[in-house]
C-alpha cells in the first residue's frame, strides 16, 4: 500500500515553517553558516580597524613628542667647537670633487702612480702623493698639474729616492692650490 500523505492546514507562513523541502532546510542550514562566517569575519576586520587606529593614535603622539623635542633643541645654542665641525665637514663635502679628480686623472700620465689624494678645503689645497721612475717624468708630471685650467698654483713639496726591490722610484708630493669658483 502506498502511503498517502494528507495535511489539512491551511496554507500560510505557519504551514511553512512546520514542512519545509529537504532543499529549503539546506539552503537554511548554509545560510544560517554563512551568517556565523560574516559575522566572524567582521568582527576580525573590527578588531584590526582597532589596532589600526591605535596605531595611528600611537605614531601621531610619537610625531609630536619628536617635534616638540626637535623645537626645544633648536633653542639651544651650539658651542663653537661643534660649529666648527659642522663647518669643515660641511666644507669637505661641497669640494668640487668631480671637477678636481678630472683635473688630476687629465693630467697623470701612465709612468705616474699616485698613492693619495688629500684636500685642505680652508685653504684651496690638494696635497698628491705619487711614485714614477724617473725625475723627468716627475717634472713633466709638475708640468701637466699646471697646465690644467683649475689649478693655479702647483708646488713640489718634497721628493725622495726609494729603493722598491732591484728598482728605484722617485716618491714625492705635490702642493696644488685650486680656484675657487663662488656659485
Given at each position: ?100 679628480l678630472d683635473a688630476v686623472e687629465a693630467a697623470t700620465p701612465a709612468p705616474i702612480a699616485l698613492l693619495s689624494i688629500a684636500p685642505e678645503p680652508a685653504r ?58 663662488e656659485s
Amino acid at each position: 500500500m502506498k502511503r498517502l500523505h494528507i495535511d489539512l492546514a491551511p496554507f500560510g507562513w505557519r504551514r511553512a515553517l512546520y514542512r519545509p523541502h529537504p532543499a529549503a532546510r539546506l539552503l537554511t542550514v548554509m545560510a544560517l553558516l554563512m551568517c556565523v562566517m560574516a559575522g566572524h569575519r567582521a568582527y576580525r576586520l573590527f578588531l584590526h580597524l582597532d589596532s589600526l587606529q591605535f596605531e595611528a593614535a600611537r605614531l601621531a603622539s610619537r610625531a609630536d613628542r619628536s617635534a616638540h623635542a626637535a623645537h626645544g633643541a633648536s633653542n639651544m645654542p651650539i658651542d663653537a667647537k661643534q660649529a666648527a665641525a659642522v663647518n669643515a665637514a660641511v666644507a669637505r663635502l661641497n669640494l668640487p670633487w668631480g671637477r678636481i679628480l678630472d683635473a688630476v686623472e687629465a693630467a697623470t700620465p701612465a709612468p705616474i702612480a699616485l698613492l693619495s689624494i688629500a684636500p685642505e678645503p680652508a685653504r684651496a689645497l690638494l696635497k698628491i702623493e705619487a711614485e714614477c721612475a724617473s725625475s723627468k717624468d716627475m717634472i713633466d708630471y709638475l708640468t701637466q698639474l699646471e697646465q690644467q685650467p683649475l689649478f693655479e698654483r702647483v708646488t713640489l713639496v718634497r721628493h725622495e729616492r726609494m729603493r722598491d726591490g732591484m728598482d728605484s722610484v722617485i716618491r714625492f708630493q705635490v702642493e696644488a692650490q685650486w680656484r675657487r669658483v663662488e656659485s
